[in-house]
Nanobody
Framework: QVQVVESGGGLVQPGGSLRLSCATS????????MSWYRQAPGKQRELVAS???????NYATSVKGRFTISRDNAKNTVYLQMNSLKPEDTAVYYC?????????WGQGTQVTVSS
């Protein structure tokens, strides 16, 4: 099964940028579609972006044009480049397979957008 470790979160001012990384192990990464989710306090976890094994990407409407998901099969890693961050992007960000599986949720990485 795929195991993930997210990193790269932090505190950033509105309009700033962050790059999240998700290192994976187990499974065959190049054969897995991957995704990023986020969960804000008091809200349900929501899909942010996904990327197929062919590199096809999809984004939530709220992040389209600001976030970019990518993958490096040589490093078994998926990334989320986040630009023009807004306070409403504040959440814990998680990666998982796509579709997600319960056994592959990691600890997440906190992103806080505040001045």
């Amino acid at each position: 099964q795929v195991q993930v470790v997210e990193s790269g979160g932090g505190l950033v001012q509105p309009g700033g940028s962050l790059r999240l990384s998700c290192a994976t192990s187990g499974g065959i990464f190049s054969r897995e579609s991957m995704s990023w989710y986020r969960q804000a306090p008091g809200k349900q976890r929501e899909l942010v972006a996904s990327i197929s094994i062919y590199g096809t990407t999809n984004y939530a409407t709220s992040v389209k044009g600001r976030f970019t998901i990518s993958r490096d099969n040589a490093k078994n890693t998926v990334y989320l480049q986040m630009n023009s961050l807004k306070p409403e992007d504040t959440a814990v960000y998680y990666c998982n397979k796509w579709p997600p599986v319960d056994s592959s949720w990691g600890q997440g990485t906190q992103v806080t957008v505040s001045s």
